[in-house]
């Protein structure tokens, strides 16, 4: 390994090493990464130590990743234990499997899994919530047809025994009842 | 990384250093299956190269003494390796 007091690229910050790494595999070239550098207020750098840079960064980089995979997963976990409602251990474990896969193998960084991840809960959360307000819609829609037919059948007995005003009544009592089903379906 | 900064290795046998190397890789990985492709990149990333054939004898080993466990995954059809509870030991020191 490099001596990092030699390559002043390797003595930077982790969070400016990481800029450059990334400026480097979008293509940018010797010329566009020491422009970079003096935006950011860095020293130029030569040819030489930005190609040792890239290779012994993207070296430590791939171990490091490798090494804090298995944490990453387990905190990928634990965000979704924290959300509302029940979730088998199985399906966790094989979140946790997949997600550790992802980011060992390099092909999703751990901060954006933990993004779709948390987006994924949000729209869950979301998703549950329509459906238990449906669920109360249905119940209220039940609930007032019910007291509608109760009072409509209290009403019935209060009346004389007049067949035809009876059957009277009874057309009366279904077109209430399905205007009521037809109002309650558009509110729905 | 430039092997001759690395600590020296207590291993002459190479084969025993490669199968050093891939528990230390194993072993931060915990109770996760690393899929074989994933292994030999990491074990490529530096010199010497170790070729494929060796690799898989390395690993057919490790497992043979109980130090690994393997599976292919249902879904991707990768190999993929994980360490036992007696690799995980054999693996603290390093």
Known sequence: MSDSSSNPLLALAQEQKE????????????????????????????????????????????????????????????????????????????????????????????????????????????DRAERALDLQNEKLRLVRRNATEKALDAFARELPQNPAALEAFQNLKNQLLDQTDHLEDESL | MNPTTEP??????????????????????????????????TLNLSRPAVTRARLEAALRELRDKAYLDFRVDPLSRLTEWRLTPSGHALAQPL
């Not at chain 1, 550790?100 to 948390?118: C, H, N």
């Not at chain 2, 299956?33 to 292994?39: G, H, M, P, S, V």
């Open chain 1, 19 to 126: 800029n450059i790494f990334i400026w480097l595999r979008e293509g940018s070239d010797h010329d566009a990464i020491n422009l970079r550098l003096q935006d950011a207020g860095l020293p130029s750098a030569t040819k030489n130590q930005i190609d040792v840079f890239f290779t012994e960064y993207a070296h430590e980089r791939w171990t490091r990743r490798i090494d804090r995979a298995a944490e990453e997963a387990d905190a990928l976990i634990a965000l979704v234990r924290r959300s509302p409602g029940q979730i088998p251990e199985a399906v966790l474990a094989a979140l946790g499997q997949e997600a550790f896969r992802q980011i060992a193998s390099g092909k999703v960084e751990s901060a954006d899994l933990a993004r779709y991840t948390s987006l994924f809960l949000r729209a869950r959360e979301q």
């Open chain 2, 8 to 41: 020296e290795a207590p291993y002459t046998d190479p084969e025993a250093l490669l199968q050093a190397r891939v528990l230390k890789i194993l072993k931060p990985c915990l109770s996760y299956w690393l899929d074989e492709q994933t292994l030999y990149l």
